[in-house]
């Protein structure tokens, strides 16, 4: 083990590999590992990519990779795959990926894949970042296709998160944006030659000015779950709040990427030179406990409860004799009896 | 509480209307008469309808309950919009979708956001078909945008799935069908009047050749979680297995919906036929029981346990003292210590 750690922390693609396919097969074998590795992690950069399917994440994903790569960066891919829960394979390959990157040692890519499990697939990302970042990977991409608890899962885990847009995907799509427009750092328009982007510009600007999605603290603040903060901290009228930039980019000919790579790092500093990196970190501890806290107190319940004694409360809910809110006070009722 | 009960149970629509703002906003008031209605419910059948932005599943829906409103039947929409956990509020308004079904009281219409908590959008999704259900709607349509999670809730919760797809959306879109496809009784290319509408449905039909989708009976046995279901049981081979069919619509011009019903009666029929009503409804109630359990444990953590003591342990997280894993062991041995 203590080989494995070492290897990893000197950067060993191999040790990174497989701590990596642990972590997502979510093996026992990683858990010691990753306790180890903790303290050396908190180095990098955590930037999550998210959008609606067509907008061209990848493609931005994979520009953004070569220009951290060429300011000598180590950039770490993870993408996240939600769309599988029933297989719990990773449908996006890694495959279609390094057509551009590969053969470059500086970066790597893993693609992850829900098992199905509420919540697993937060808190294998999160493990998966703190292998690359123990692994001294500088700049750690997350990309996930998504709308809908995907993003918030990204949210909590990322420092900033891009929001990618494309003209023209319809007026579903356009709905779709109130609600991501929130979680956005950084919104990006690509397929910027298309027909109608200069509009999707425009309606984005406007309605960040409706919005006033303002500082990330204000939003990650109502996920304060543990301690509770449910009122967040109005911000002084003089304190600088962060506007997300709207940013257009053409992925397929790497233009506007420069643009963006400058805006993330503007977003750095703002959150950095505000003193906003410690509260951030708090809260993104505090949601994965939360999240952690759940999995583990499920685990206990079903290890105290028999099998028959949930198929009884089962049958009774199915003949209408029992609602599901009664029936749940009932396996509690019973689980505290068998624990104490 | 009993006029209300049965107000509702006589169909009342200010009474439906009242309990599923309750229900949609978590008010501890909707309790007791949720208990008191689940005697009478389980008539409904309830319709998921599901796919990627853009592929014109409102209009679906809407061409769906005039369908079912023609056969005389009471037709319930719950729209769920899972795409703004910050605001929680239902962005696609129920007015867009009023146009054409205003003024038919039997049709109800209702948007629903979640709150932000994970599983409340589920809970909150299965309370209101259960408000429709005991209020005499014969079919529930349960429309959801979302390529993740979203469409795992409304497996669980729906009897026939609806997979929307639409020609042109690009390689993403094409990929993530793979993803949802599993979860689809019936696919549906809609919008077949565009370019390459035939090739999207071959394309389909040969990932379905190549995935076996099966029946659903195996799908959700995967999700057998309270009574760890883990290996479904192999059907036998002459067992009959239902495989989804592909369907074209054009759901602007209202073509294909009458084949779309006919899809959906003989997947009820087929799930009833075969005797999987009960075992299906038996899942669907363990994986509810399991959902809200979850739920109910960390409620009991956070009740027995301090937030300064949290704050404590988040701080060792910080200093990189305590790493998650650990923080979560303790925080349990301290809540464990607490109830006893």
Redesign the interface.
């Known amino acids: 083990m203590d080989d494995l750690v070492n290897a990893l922390l000197n950067g060993s693609r191999r040790a990174v590999a497989r701590l990596l396919t642990w972590v997502s097969d979510e093996s026992p074998q990683a858990?010691p590992i990753?306790?180890a590795l903790?303290?050396h992690?908190?180095k990098a950069w955590v930037i999550g990519i998210t959008g609606?399917?067509?907008t061209g994440?990848?493609s931005l994903v994979n520009c953004l990779a070569k220009a951290y790569r060429a300011q000598n960066l180590l950039v770490g891919i993870i993408a996240v795959?939600?769309?599988?829960?029933?297989?719990g394979g990773a449908?996006?390959g890694d495959r279609i990926r390094m057509r551009d990157l590969s053969g470059d040692s500086g970066v790597f890519i893993r693609s992850m894949a829900t098992r199905?499990s509420?919540?697993g697939l937060a808190r294998t990302t999160?493990d998966a970042i703190r292998v690359l970042d123990a692994a001294g990977f500088d700049i750690i991409l997350v990309e996930t296709?998504?709308?809908?608890?995907?993003?918030?899962d990204i949210v909590r885990t990322a420092h900033t998160t891009l929001v990618i847009e494309a003209p023209g995907?319809?007026d579903?799509?356009q709905?779709?944006k109130?609600?991501?427009l929130?979680?956005a750092d950084v919104l990006v328009v690509n397929k910027a030659d298309r027909p109608g982007a200069h509009k999707t510009v425009s309606a984005l600007r406007m309605m960040l000015d409706i919005g006033h999605p303002a500082s990330r603290t204000q939003?990650t603040a109502?996920?304060g779950?543990?301690?509770?903060v449910k009122t967040p901290e109005t911000p002084h009228s003089d304190e600088p709040i962060w506007i997300p930039p709207v940013l257009e980019t053409i992925a397929t000919d790497e233009k506007g990427v420069a643009e963006l790579v400058s805006a993330i790092q503007k977003h750095r500093e703002f959150i950095q030179s505000q003193g906003l990196s410690?509260p951030l970190?708090?809260q993104r501890?505090?949601i994965?406990?939360?999240?952690?806290?759940?999995e583990?107190?499920?685990q206990?319940?079903?290890e105290s409860t028999s099998?028959e004694y949930?198929?009884d409360?089962?049958n009774q809910?199915?003949n209408?004799q029992l609602?599901?809110?009664?029936?749940?006070?009932k396996?509690?009722a019973n689980h505290?009896q068998m624990?104490?």
Chains 1, 2 share one sequence.
């Open positions: 858990s990753l306790t903790f303290p992690t908190g609606a399917p067509g994440k990848s795959d939600p769309t599988s829960p029933f297989t449908i996006l199905g509420l919540g999160r296709v998504g709308a809908g608890q995907s993003e918030v995907l319809g579903e799509v709905a779709i109130a609600g991501i929130e979680i939003m109502h996920h779950q543990l301690l509770e410690a970190e708090r501890i505090e994965e406990l939360h999240e952690r806290l759940r583990a107190l499920i206990q319940l079903l099998p949930v198929m409360v089962i809910v199915q209408r609602d599901p809110q009664s029936a749940v006070t396996i509690l505290k624990v104490s």
